[in-house]
């Protein structure tokens, strides 16, 4: 097999020097089949090029609603220990001084990390629930706390232009204490559902299943 040289090319460099290295022809000097891999190769570039924005796009999108929501989980955090280590019922458990886990377990990396789930309440809200562990000079405990978002709009009286200020607002917070396997209900806003009594217990006119009266009992 001979091999090629400069003045006998190869196939191959000469389809390389006629349709590819065509960066030093104009355009009309061009053969159709030249401004066809010419045109080929722009469109490659263009899709690459467009490709690589919508990563970066994305890839910044998501840092920013990464970055947003962390801000949210933090302030429920700092909210939800200021009021634990306000409440009498937490200092009698765990015994003052209550520490949060940033502030006792900031040396590892899953104490540096809050436990967050984000969800959708029933009245379409959002809402996020936060669980750190909380430390005393006795015991030791896990905070779980759910916040709902709350949106308001205000009118400013000189523009007549609308703001909307969003709050998040403390729905249902709990502690666990594990030593003892006990619970602490710290707040509960959640909506009362009638409970009803079963129909075997059902009393006159059925007022006992409805009211949960208790029919009297009877000595004779």
Request: glycine share 4%; net charge neutral.
């Amino acid at each position: 097999m001979s091999t090629a040289t400069a003045n006998n090319p190869s196939r191959w460099q000469r389809f390389k020097e006629r349709y590819i290295d065509d960066t030093d022809i104009e355009w009309y000097n061009m053969s159709w089949s030249q401004k066809a891999v010419h045109l080929t190769k722009q469109f490659g570039y263009t899709f690459v090029v467009l490709a690589g924005a919508g990563v970066i796009g994305t890839t910044i999108y998501e840092v920013y609603v990464e970055t947003k929501r962390a801000k949210i989980v933090n302030d429920i955090y700092d909210k939800s220990l200021a009021r634990v280590q306000r409440d009498d019922r937490v200092s009698a458990v765990l015994r003052d001084p209550i520490k949060g886990q940033y502030e006792m377990e900031w040396r590892t990396r899953e104490g540096r990390h809050l436990v967050s789930q984000e969800s959708v309440h029933d009245d379409g809200r959002r809402k996020m629930m936060v669980q750190f562990n909380v430390y005393g000079s006795e015991q030791k405990g896990t905070i779980t706390t759910e916040w709902l978002e709350t949106k308001t709009t205000e009118t400013i009286p000189d523009s007549q232009e609308q703001m909307e200020h969003v709050t998040w607002d403390e729905y249902f917070t709990f502690l666990f204490i594990p030593a003892t396997n006990s619970t602490i209900v710290l707040r509960d806003d959640r909506p009362r559902q009638k409970e009803w009594s079963s129909k075997e217990r059902k009393g006159w006119f059925g007022w006992n299943r409805a009211f949960h009266l208790k029919r009297p009992s009877s000595n004779l």
